[in-house]
């Protein structure tokens, strides 16, 4: 595809606008830890909820989910619509809890429930989580837009994306992720609802046609489904999207940052509200292509083809604005959430327990180049699974199962002990090992891996009641 130098300008202008709103917002977020890491807890409700849906949504939805609704059709929604249990267990559970201790990040919350041992060991976990699946996931799915569009070397277009969105997230901290996002979180949400329309005009017969017939016009598919079966998508629901939205920081950091109690939920019922059409912008787009052009080569290039299809010349620069604002928003959050975890969790916790406020936003500059670094070399593995999307939902299915039954067990019965939660997320390493087994040597491949998520749940479930029954069950222990 060949963009007009007009095309070219607004993608150009685009990109120059949210590095500007980035250093604007975020001047004043070095003057303190809570200035960089929580926004100094001034967030409006508005821009939470934004900036969860700009931080969620990635050029794995966009390209990855666009790809899998072409593959499967609407079964793929529900990776947008069943997520009001898990925004649910957020907004009535886990972030009047979270609001409630003033935590600047979730580890710290299992630190104060269960000690110092427990939260490190969850921070560890979340960082693994980031560096290995979803900074490196975003960054090779955003070159690879780019690398189609421009013609530029995949590397090189995802160096090209850390220094963009790196910029700004390093020089100022929450502030700038924050109401970068909300931007961002605008446009996305218009552009991908632009695209619906547009295919929906385009496509003969219209909605019936998109939606078309069998297994591809039903949200829920027969429990012996190879892929998407009824029983898998339960585990999406309360487990893979339980954790996401309750338990992440890549995603509640912004609530933990609300000015109110109830600034941080109505952000998380906006962000509810801005669900219902998301699906229609990141998985209906395959739908579309499909009933386009049942023939393409691959999935996920579905999303690209619409692009070049339905969009009139002089448009596309700003739609492909879009995805690449979509990209930043994630990718800037991931930097966030990861350095304040190595920082405050890690850092501070055990390496430099009475450093300045200057030290630690230093310290979190610093370590936020390294984890960039870091991503842009670990992203050519994400090329070797089937799809993009396949990378992320097959790495979140089994690792954040026994993470999931920690805080179901720490936050709804009091019995649960500090050795269980430790063994029980330690678990979740082994459980990354058993997805790239799968990949690499068909470890396991006959079993789908939602089920698979599913029943790791309740096991880790039991082995956490079954290890705190057998381990005493001392007072929590006060922070160091």
């Not at 249990?85 to 809890?97: H, M, N, S």
């Not at 898998?232 to 000015?259: D, E, P």
Request: proline share 5%; hydrophobic share 55%; with cysteine.
């Amino acid at each position: 595809m060949t963009l007009t130098p007009l095309e070219i300008g607004t993608f150009l202008v685009y990109l120059a606008a949210v590095v500007a709103i980035g250093f604007v917002s975020g001047r004043r977020g070095k003057e303190s830890t809570t200035d960089f890491f929580l926004a100094g807890r001034h967030l409006p409700w508005y821009v939470i909820g934004f900036s969860l849906i700009a931080s969620s949504i990635s050029s794995e939805q966009f390209i990855g989910e666009v790809g899998w609704g072409y593959r499967f059709g609407m079964a793929v929604s529900n990776w947008e619509w069943l997520v009001f249990p898990a925004q649910g267990l957020l907004l009535f559970f886990f972030l009047p809890v979270y609001l409630a201790n003033r935590v600047f990040t979730i580890p710290e919350y299992l630190t104060r429930r269960l000690g110092r041992l427990v939260g490190s060991t969850f921070a560890l976990v979340c960082m693994v989580q980031y560096l290995v699946i979803n900074l490196p996931l975003v960054l090779y799915s955003g070159g690879f837009v780019i690398h189609e569009v421009f013609g530029v070397h995949l590397q090189l277009a995802i160096w090209l994306l850390v220094v963009a969105a790196g910029s700004y997230t390093i020089f100022g901290g929450l502030s700038a992720v924050a109401w970068v996002d909300l931007f961002n979180g605008a446009l996305l949400i218009g552009g991908g609802l632009v695209v619906f329309f547009l295919g929906v005009a385009a496509v003969p017969g219209g909605l019936s046609a998109i939606v078309g017939t069998g297994d591809r016009a039903h949200l829920m598919l027969p429990a012996d489904h190879p892929e998407l079966p009824w029983t898998g998508m339960l585990a999406v629901a309360f487990v893979m999207s339980g954790y996401y939205y309750s338990t992440n920081q890549f995603i509640t950091q912004r609530c933990l940052g609300a000015r109110t109690v109830w600034d941080g939920k109505m952000g998380v019922i906006l962000a509810g509200f801005l669900a219902i059409p998301l699906a229609l912008a990141v998985t209906w787009p395959g739908m579309i292509a499909y009933a386009l052009n049942p023939g393409l080569d691959h999935p996920d290039a579905a999303y690209p083809y619409l692009i070049g299809t339905l969009i009139p010349t002089g448009f596309r620069g700003l739609v492909f604005a879009v995805l690449i604002g979509a990209i930043m928003s994630t990718l800037d959050s991931l930097v966030n959430s990861t350095s304040s975890l190595l920082t405050l969790d890690i850092y501070k916790a055990h390496l430099r327990k009475k450093a300045s406020d200057r030290q630690l936003v230093t310290f979190a500059q610093i370590s936020g180049v390294g984890i960039l670094v870091f991503g842009a070399l670990w992203s050519p593995m994400v090329g070797r699974f089937g799809s993009i999307f396949s990378y992320a939902q097959d790495c979140w299915a089994l690792m954040l199962a026994p993470v999931m039954a920690v805080f179901v067990l720490a936050l709804f019965w009091k019995r649960m002990s500090r050795t269980a939660a430790v063994v029980v997320l330690f678990s979740s390493f082994p459980m990354l090992l058993v997805v790239f087994l799968r990949e690499l040597f068909g470890i396991l491949a006959d079993f789908n891996i939602f089920n698979l998520s599913a029943i790791a749940f309740l096991v880790f479930v039991g082995v956490g009641v079954g290890i705190s029954l057998l381990t005493p069950d001392p007072a929590p222990p006060a922070p160091e």
